[in-house]
């Protein structure tokens, strides 16, 4: 049960957005711009890092809505996401891929965890100055989505189908379109 009164049948951040709809269209845009804007990071890439971060703050809602973008976007069933949640250096995504989720995942944990380290593992990978500040950009931003969901213990349905089949509406309106989730 939520800890503020939202309306009825909205889950995760989609009742917190018709809560407050100033809120909404800020933190729409901030989405917008960090996961489907033009990028040398694919759109898939961007959301397996909103995945993976909000899967590592244990957010239901915001891994599971990603995830089954990210899986749309790679004709994926779902079992890549469920790859790179688990383990993603084991995961078969790029080298390039594992060193920016390194960067997110140290990202989730603290900023000051990213080391210098981690930056050169990147670029040695193929990372652009530009792809790095996303990838931290994208974790830090998802550890505050995440955090606003959990933090008004907003509800998520348990069926990943359900995610599954909203993620082409999703993919293509943006998340500052209509509510595919309703």
């Known amino acids: 049960m939520p800890h503020i009164n939202l309306p009825e049948g909205l889950p995760g951040i989609r009742g917190l ?21 033009e990028n040398s990071l694919s759109r898939s890439e961007r ?5 993976y971060v909000s899967s590592q703050n244990d957010c239901l809602y915001c891994q599971s809505v990603h ?26 995504v790029s080298d390039k891929m594992k060193a920016l989720l390194s960067i997110a995942g140290s990202v989730q944990k603290g900023g000051k965890e990213v080391t210098p ?26 550890c505050m989505f995440n955090r606003y969901v959990d933090g008004l213990a907003t509800w998520a349905p348990s069926d990943p189908q359900l995610y599954r089949e909203r993620s082409a509406t999703l993919a293509q309106i943006g998340y500052a379109g209509s509510n595919p989730y309703k």
Not at 22 to 37: D, F, I, M, Q
Not at 47 to 51: D, F, K, R, S, V
């Open 47 to 51: 959301e397996l890092i909103a995945t």
């Open 67 to 92: 995830g089954a973008v990210a899986s749309f976007y790679l004709e994926d069933d779902g079992k890549l996401i469920d790859q790179v949640k688990k383990d993603y250096q084991q995961a078969p």
């Open 117 to 142: 380290e981690q930056i050169e593992d990147a670029r040695n990978m193929g990372a652009t100055d530009k792809e790095i500040h996303d990838t931290v950009l994208i974790a830090a931003a998802f």
């Open 17 to 37: 957005m018709a809560y407050s709809p100033g809120t909404a269209k800020a933190l729409n845009a901030l989405a917008e711009v960090l996961l489907r804007e």
